[in-house]
């Protein structure tokens, strides 16, 4: 059953609701039915595990390049001033 966000555009309320055919749910604040449907969730999800990858991958090239990612650091502060 798909789960949708909603933000009432009446009173600005979020919320989640169930959206079963074609039955619209109304704002759980003010009762309104003028909602606006959020398609963010997936793309909050897809970036926080992109971010998760991207930590991953940081650690890895971390563990295989320990001296050089030092090296470069100390580069970098010395070349900063
Ligand atoms: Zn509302």
């Known amino acids: 059953m798909p789960m949708f966000d909603f933000v009432c555009t009446s009173?600005?309320?979020?919320?989640?609701?169930?959206?079963?055919?074609?039955q619209v749910p109304a704002c759980p604040a003010c009762g309104s039915e003028?909602?606006?449907?959020?398609?963010?969730?997936?793309?909050?999800?897809?970036?926080s595990t992109?971010?998760?990858?991207?930590a991953a991958a940081k650690r890895r090239d971390k563990a295989q390049g320990q001296e050089r990612v030092h090296?470069?650091?100390?580069y970098e502060l010395n070349h900063d001033d």
């Open 11 to 22: 009173c600005q309320h979020s919320f989640e609701a169930l959206v079963r055919g074609s």
């Open 71 to 74: 090296a470069q650091r100390q």
């Open 34 to 47: 003028a909602l606006e449907k959020q398609i963010a969730l997936p793309a909050i999800k897809t970036s």
């Open 50 to 54: 992109h971010g998760m990858a991207m």
